[in-house]
Structure formats: structure tokens, C-alpha cells
């Protein structure tokens, strides 16, 4: 069977994409990956849209992966594909797992959750016969909605299939025109950042963050899980071998210091001997940071990070349900000064423009902040409300959200409200802007 599976993203990571594909490519499946890099406030031109019906046109299944920025640009490619093929449209990722009814005012089906076992179950069926009754899987037919159950998460992850990286097989849009990846354009797109996730789900659930839906989706399971160390070092031998331009690996994932001590130290090993390449972690939580993990991971080639800060104000925490203190987010940020000679200025996540913050509360942020070691970047958001979590609720009784396509879909998230206390944070040390 022939699957074009779509990515709208900015960059062409799409670590979700890639892995269902490579399940399906497991199967037999004939499978192209569609890249179409765009900003989520830029529509494309007619000749892109042309092209992707033609690259489209043989296929049995079309998927599209969204996020809640890229509905619009979902919605542009759809209709498109349906003027112009007779193909059945699935959407996945997390918008669609939030809104499943409201997608399907546009797709066919949705998927919802994690996509790799339904994905697989969805197309080795529709090879013998048509079907509507696939776990994780939302139809609609004749103008009504078939709900199916949804599958448990995957365990274990060991038994997932690494990223499909075999480029041969992938198309990109570059300079308005869609043309076959080749090694040029991996180098060109991938900046030699190879991407990936050693473990999936956060235990934590901040109200403004999409695990906060997710685990309640999924509250009778453990939706923490990891990867074991052979695994990842595994792929990342492998990804060297088939991507030898790459020249740094970015755990992309939001518990990977969740990890023991001795898991770390079995990875850092591991790592330092057989991949070598500088290491960059996102997600770290001041909660599950220490001196000993990281001197492991510096050890092994650490040399950039990214920490959750969120505010430092009491109200703030509380609204967003962090479960730091400021002293223990102090005592985090001196472990990482401790290891400022092997790690470059780490990045601080702050999320302003806070409608119940006041100004006390952002006043108490940047005094807080001021005690933090240097050097370090600022990386500054504006707080966006993800449709499913306690924020977007509290949001939309409190009379804030009037409009989700225009107040969630279409909001710049790095766009700050034009104010003299949000400027001042743009004068702590080493703000993103001067990265």
C-alpha cells in the first residue's frame, strides 16, 4: 500500500513522522515523507500546492501531522488534496488528539495519541478492505463520527523501530519548489542537529503544557517511559553511520534527567565510546537535575541545556501547578554554573504576558532572576493556551479566549505584549535575541 505521510513543521525533524513511517516501511508499506517547511503564519503558493497533489495523487492514504499553529496550513493542503484526489485524508499529532471532532470537519479520520500500532493497523487493513473500526482511530462517515476506543501507549519503547532517516524516499519543498531530498538538502535542513527522544511522557503536567491533557487521557497507565541505553546508543551509532554530516545529538524530550543515576552513567559510557558527538538535552526540570548526573553527562560530551523556569513569582507557580521552588531552581542553576567551562550559556524557558500575574508578580520574576549565575540566555514566551489543558479552561471561563482560532491557532508564542516590565526582561544577561 502507498502512504504519503506530511509534515507543515518549520524544520524536518518530525521525530512522530519518522517513527510511524519507519513502522510501516516494517510492514511492507511503500511509504514517501513529505517535508513542506513553513512558518505557521505563511500560506503556500499554488505551485506548492499543485506539486503536493501530484507527489499525492497514486497514494492510498494521506496523513498530515499538526500542531494547534500549523491548523491553518493543515486545512490549505486538505483542501487542496480533496479538489483534486479521491484519497482518504488522515490527521495526527496533537491538535487532532485534543479536537478530534473539529479536524474531522476537515479529514477523514484522526488519530489520536501515539500513532505508530494504529497507523500500522489502519493500513495493513484498508490493503484488503475497507474499515472503520481501528483503536485510536476517529471516522467520519456519512456525516457521523465513529469513535473508536483508544490504544494503551507503546510499551516497551525498545519495540519501536528507529526514525526513518532512508531520505531516498522523502521529498521537500525548497525555494517554492518540491524536489527529492538528497544529501544536499539533509545538510542544508538539518543544521547537524540529529534529533530524538530517549524516553516519552512528563509525570509533572504544568497546567500549560499539552501533558497536562495527555495524562489525563491516559490516567490508568504509566505514561513515563524509557528507552533502555542499548536502544538509544544503538540508533545514534546507526544515525552516524547513515548521516555521517551530523556534529551533535539533541535529546528532544521533557524527562530525560528522570533517568537514574546509574542508567546515566551506563549512557554517558556508552555514549562518550561509541557516538562522541557534543550532546544537547531540552527539558531539563530543576527537580530532577544534580551534580552527579550532570557531571556524568559533561563528561560524556553535555555541553548545551535547556531548563524550565517558567516565573519565580508565588502566584504564577501556583497557577501553573510547578512543583519547584525558587531555591530548588537556584540550586539547579549553580550545578549548571559549576560546569560553565564545558557548557555553553544554558537557556531559561520564561513565560510572560500571564493575564492573573500582576505586575508585584513579574516584579518578583526579574528579582529572582537577577540572583541566577551567569552567563545564561533568556528564552522568553509569551503564554499560549493549548486547547485540553487547565489553563486554556480557566482561560476560556474567565472570558480570555474568545476566539481559538484567532487567541490559540494563530498566536506568536515569541511575541510578547509591548510592555516596560516585559522589556526589562530583555536586559537580564545573555537575553535569546542576542544568542
Known sequence: M?????????????????????????????????????????RYENKTLDDIVKLSKESNLIGISLMSYFFDNAIQITQKLKENCDIPILWGGIHPTIRPEECLNYADMVCI????????????????????????????????????????????????????????????????????????????????????????????GCTYCCNNMLNKMHSNQKTLRKRSINNIIKELVEARKLLPFIDHVNFYDDAFFFLSVNEIREFSENYKKNV??????????????????????????????????????KRGKELYKRKDTNQQVENAAKII??????????????????????DEDLIETLMFLSKLPTPYILSIFSLSFYPGTELYMKAIKDGIIKDDIKDVYRKRYHDNKKTYLNSLFHFIPYPASMM
Open 276 to 313: 562522541s558527538l557534543p550532546l544537547y538535552i531540552t527539558g531539563v526540570n530543576p527537580l530532577t537535575l544534580n551534580r552527579e548526573k550532570l557531571s556524568l553527562l559533561v563528561d560524556a560530551g553535555l555541553n548545551h541545556l535547556k531548563m524550565g523556569i517558567e516565573t519565580g513569582s
Open 2 to 42: 502507498k502512504i504519503t505521510l506530511i509534515s507543515p513543521y518549520t524544520g524536518i525533524n518530525a521525530f512522530g513522522l519518522r517513527t510511524i513511517s519507519a513502522c510501516l516501511k516494517r510492514e511492507g508499506h511503500d511509504v514517501h515523507l513529505l517535508f513542506l517547511p513553513k512558518s505557521f503564519m505563511g
Open 337 to 358: 554554573n559549576e560546569f560553565k567551562d564545558k557548557i555553553k550559556r544554558p537557556k531559561y524557558d520564561i513565560i510572560l504576558d500571564n493575564p492573573w500575574e500582576t
Open 113 to 204: 495519541g501515539e500513532g505508530e500500532e494504529a497507523l500500522v493497523e489502519l493500513a495493513n487493513r484498508m490493503a484488503d478492505e475497507p474499515c472503520n473500526h481501528v483503536n485510536s482511530i476517529w471516522f467520519k462517515y456519512n456525516e457521523k463520527i465513529i469513535k473508536n476506543p483508544i490504544q494503551p501507549l507503546a510499551q516497551p519503547l525498545d519495540q519501536i523501530p528507529f526514525p526513518d532517516y532512508d531520505y531516498k524516499t522523502h521529498f521537500i519543498l525548497d525555494n517554492q519548489c518540491i524536489q527529492k531530498m538528497d544529501k544536499k538538502m539533509m545538510i542544508k535542513y538539518m543544521h547537524g542537529d540529529y534529533v530524538t527522544m530517549p524516553t516519552r511522557g512528563c509525570p509533572f
